[in-house]
């Protein structure tokens, strides 16, 4: 088949679960390719000699290279190049923002014009982790010499993970340290089920466990244990705490009951099963008409959660117009399939409360489009005398998150940015602290699941040197000289 | 897992469990709290770390049984294991010798009082404290709450031990009778501390309350136990769960308790079909 004919395939469709069941359901949504649809979608990459998609995917996995393996069959094959790249193909396939990373570099999506008929190379990502997941063969990674070296890795969300995995394969022994009763971060309290079942978080870190990573749970550094310590004990420490604070919108009201921030929404919904209530002991607000104030991911899953405990209208309530709003696409036209009403440029000045103090209101103000502002979006600005109460009985503040300031409060040596972010070196994630490093959220804020498998990636490729080396200036120039053989 | 190493009961629905935990036992100060879940489905639920015996690497929990998981935890047996316990958590207790402090605990707000009331006469502070429960099986802690001051009183509301009354009274006779204070310590239910320091603010006896928000992770994370303080809001969890009680919306607070009530009711109904007469005994905004 030469590329011309590749080009006219058209894109395979994921089939999907139809949005007025799954509303009523917590099952994933897009049901998975079958071997048959994966090996058609692959047909339609051309191999391309300069493979723009890789400079797309900040792991930089090998595209074509996997693509041509489902191609000709060969699944396995195909399951090991890409973790040669990604530990977690399973969830970046899921929910990477694959329109604005490998796909938007795609040459098909290019010449046909379309990002959106790019290869869907985070489908068939998800097809081949997930092919590898079902046989259930486990993999053990080459035997490697003990260095002896002691590793503690703060906080498991994708960033710890990623630096667990990475360096238990170079020889050393890592502990990772999580605060809750579960390792996943984000992947396991804030995105849903529905996105991401918490059963392939679950056999990711099962997998990190047999190859030797040890986790402890409920461990709060900076409480359980002084982060000195874990610093003073350690060879190396990597902190990936990820951006947990939430933002509140400091208007009159939010202490209602009945106004609960994204987080808090959403770890009743997810890490405690409150959807399973009262099987499970934890509850969970439910409004018959709930409002979400933001326009991203997390919003997204707020409302579209909403839908699934039981709320009759579910209102995502943003102060911009829907082409700026920052979720993926695909979250988006989810959500308003499933009946997500969509209230854009509008913002809620107050919340108003009945005599039990519980929300009945929110007084919104409709907004319109003036200049450019420092993110280059046109930036949203009140219309006077507009305002109106939007009647609701539950609000969900879903407006942003900043970083987890637990560790940077109980360590002050740890050089932070003015809004909270650890400093770190770009290429190594070196802190202000030798022997420290860090990354994902915690450096970013709040940013995307496969940027902090890139940072943690880094930083044990930096950590490793480090360790072996005892080398701490000047280590992003000798990994660099260095990153053929490291790599 | 946490093993369960010894319980006792110390009053009607009243329990003392030690848990084997030694990192929280060796970095625990006065004041700090764990999080608690007894099960794969269970609840996160915050509680105050009474004491801790480093040696054996335990800590001391005092629990009141009022819905669901406490009431779980009163069937649990030395031997058993939880998966969660997590902490310390929140910020210690401010423990400085100031000269004469007035500790006043209500109920089950005798268990965090004392760690706090023993710090500060272990700080070299001259100790008055005032324990109040409806009635005399509800005093927990007398032995060791009058080792831990120099004076002790109790007062009961029905006058089954000690002063008949409320503590806010027994206040009021110790300051008529020209006792003075340069710090007060109060911790029980909401609408008692809320009493409390609406007197002791007219008094000019600076206070520190610890509250007790409904919490999810304990770590900051959420939100769920934002409280306000004066004109700013905090996360009790990250920055309480002491505050200025003199600053406390005590009425926010109190409302905000009572979000999950009828859940919570539904879950006890399912639960245990005898329990409905305890939930009667948590009203008032919370068990302590
Ligand atoms: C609702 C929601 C939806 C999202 N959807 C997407 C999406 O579709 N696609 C995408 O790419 N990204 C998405 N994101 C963003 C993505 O999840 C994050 O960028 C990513 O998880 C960051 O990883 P991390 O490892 O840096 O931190 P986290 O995932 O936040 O993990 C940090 C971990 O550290 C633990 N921790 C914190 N403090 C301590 C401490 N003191 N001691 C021990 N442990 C500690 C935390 O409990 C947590 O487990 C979403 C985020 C949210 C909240
Ligand atoms: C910092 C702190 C320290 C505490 N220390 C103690 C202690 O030492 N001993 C003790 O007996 N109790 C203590 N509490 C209160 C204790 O957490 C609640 O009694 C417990 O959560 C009730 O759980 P339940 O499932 O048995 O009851 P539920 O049926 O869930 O609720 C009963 C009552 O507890 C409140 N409550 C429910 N869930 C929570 C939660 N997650 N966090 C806080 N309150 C909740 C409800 O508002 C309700 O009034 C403390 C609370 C806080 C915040
Ligand atoms: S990891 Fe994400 S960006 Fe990279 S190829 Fe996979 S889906 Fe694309
Ligand atoms: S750019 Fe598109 S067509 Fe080219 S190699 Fe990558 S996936 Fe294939
Ligand atoms: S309990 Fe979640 S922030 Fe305090």
Redo the contacts with the bound molecule.
């Keep these: 088949m030469n590329a011309k004919e590749r080009m006219k395939i058209p894109p395979v469709d994921m089939p999907e679960q139809d949005p007025k069941e799954r509303v009523s359901n917590l099952d994933e949504v897009p049901l998975g390719y079958t071997p048959e649809m994966a090996m058609m979608e692959a047909k339609r990459c051309i191999q391309c000699k300069t493979a723009f998609c890789i400079e797309g995917c900040p792991v930089g996995i090998d595209i074509p290279g996997f693509i041509k393996l489902i191609e000709d069959g060969d699944f396995k094959g195909a399951a090991r190049k890409m973790k040669e790249r990604n530990l977690l193909p399973a969830m970046?396939g899921?929910?990477?923002?694959q329109e604005e990373q490998c796909q938007l570099f795609c040459t098909i999506g290019k010449v046909r014009k379309n990002p959106c008929e790019s290869v869907m190379i985070g489908k068939l990502e998800r097809f081949i982790a997930d092919w590898d997941r079902e046989q259930g063969e486990f993999e053990q990674p080459p035997s490697v010499k003990s260095s002896g070296r002691r590793v503690a890795v703060?906080?498991?969300?994708?960033?710890?993970?990623t630096v667990a995995g990475d360096l238990v394969k170079f020889g050393h022994e890592v502990i990772v340290?999580?605060?809750?009763h579960k390792?996943?971060?984000?992947?396991?309290?804030?995105?849903?089920e529905f996105?991401l079942p918490k059963k392939i978080v679950q056999s990711e870190v099962d997998y990190l466990e047999k190859i030797g990573v040890e986790f402890r749970y409920d461990?709060?550094?900076?409480?359980?244990i002084p982060v000195r310590k874990i610093v003073d004990d350690f060879d190396a420490v990597f902190i990936?705490?990820?951006?947990?604070l939430p933002r509140f919108m400091r208007v009159d009201g939010e202490n209602l009951l009945g106004v609960l921030s994204?987080?808090e929404y959403?770890t009743r919904a997810n890490l405690m099963k409150a959807y399973d209530f009262p099987e499970a002991d934890t509850p969970i607000v439910k409004g018959k008409k709930v409002i979400t104030v933001g326009g991203?991911?997390?919003a997204m899953?707020?409302a579209r959660t909403a839908l699934r405990m039981g709320a009759e209208r579910s209102l995502i309530v943003y102060r911009r117009a829907e082409e700026q709003m920052p979720a993926?696409l695909e979250?988006i036209h989810h959500a308003k399939e499933e009946g997500v009403e969509f209230h854009l440029l509008q913002n809620p000045v107050r919340l108003v409360g009945d005599d039990r103090g519980w929300i009945k209101g929110a007084e919104v103000i409709k907004m319109e489009l003036g200049e450019p502002d420092s993110s280059g979006r046109r930036r949203p600005v009140p219309i006077e005398g507009s305002e109106f109460i939007e009647n609701t009985d539950a609000l969900i503040v879903?407006i942003g998150?900043s970083p987890?300031p637990?560790?940077p409060n109980s360590f002050p040596d740890l050089e932070v940015t003015r809004w909270g972010g650890i400093v770190v070196n770009e290429i190594t994630g070196q802190t202000s602290v030798p022997g420290v490093f860090a990354?994902?959220?915690?450096?970013?804020g709040?940013?995307?699941?496969?940027?902090?498998m890139g940072?943690?990636r880094r930083a044990a490729r930096a950590m490793n040197l480090y360790l072996s080396s005892g080398r701490w200036v000047d280590l992003d120039s000798a990994l660099d000289l260095s990153r053929a053989e490291v790599h | 897992m946490y093993q369960l190493l010894h319980k006792e009961k110390l009053g009607p629905d009243i329990f003392l469990y030690r848990f084997r935990a030694s990192d929280i036992a060796r970095y625990r100060k006065p004041g700090q709290f764990v999080i608690v879940r007894i099960h794969e489905n269970g609840e996160r639920i915050p509680i105050t770390i009474a004491d801790v015996d480093i040696e054996e690497g335990s800590i001391t929990l005092i629990i009141q049984a009022v819905g669901k998981t406490t009431l779980q935890m009163a069937q649990m047996k030395k031997g058993d294991s939880i998966p969660t316990l997590t902490g310390p958590l929140g910020e210690p207790t401010h423990i400085e010798k100031v000269g004469r402090v007035l500790c006043v605990g209500g109920g089950i707000g005798i268990a965090p009082l004392y760690p706090a009331a023993r710090a500060m006469k272990d700080a070299g502070n001259h100790v008055t404290s005032i324990l109040g429960a409806r009635s005399s099986n509800l005093i927990i802690l007398a032995d060791l709450m009058r080792e831990a001051s120099d004076d002790l009183i109790i007062t009961t509301d029905d006058g089954t031990e000690g002063q008949k009354g409320l503590v806010t009274d027994a206040i009021r006779n110790l300051v008529d009778n020209g006792e003075e204070f340069d710090q007060c310590i109060a911790m029980g239910p909401p609408i008692m501390m809320k009493f409390v320091c609406i007197l002791t603010e007219k008094l000019g006896i600076p206070t520190i309350v610890s509250l007790n928000p409904i919490m999810v992770?304990g770590?900051g994370?959420c939100g769920c136990c934002r409280v306000t303080v004066g004109d700013e809001v905090k996360f009790a969890c990250i920055d309480g769960p002491e505050f200025d009680g003199h600053k406390v919306d005590f009425d926010e607070l109190m409302a905000r308790l009572a979000t999950y009530r009828s859940e919570e009711k539904n879950a006890l109904e399912g639960y245990s079909s005898h329990a409905g007469c305890r939930l009667d005994s948590m009203s008032e905004g919370g068990s302590r």
Excluded: S
């Design positions: 970046c899921r929910v990477c923002p703060i906080g498991a969300g994708p960033a710890g993970l340290f999580e605060a809750l390792a996943g971060g984000v992947l396991v309290y804030g995105i849903p996105r461990h709060v550094i900076g409480k359980t990936g705490t990820g951006a947990g994204a987080n959403l991203g991911n997390v899953d707020c993926r979250e879903a998150n987890n637990l560790v990354g994902g959220d915690i450096v970013l709040a940013a995307t699941v496969i940027l902090a940072h943690g | 992770d770590t994370m």
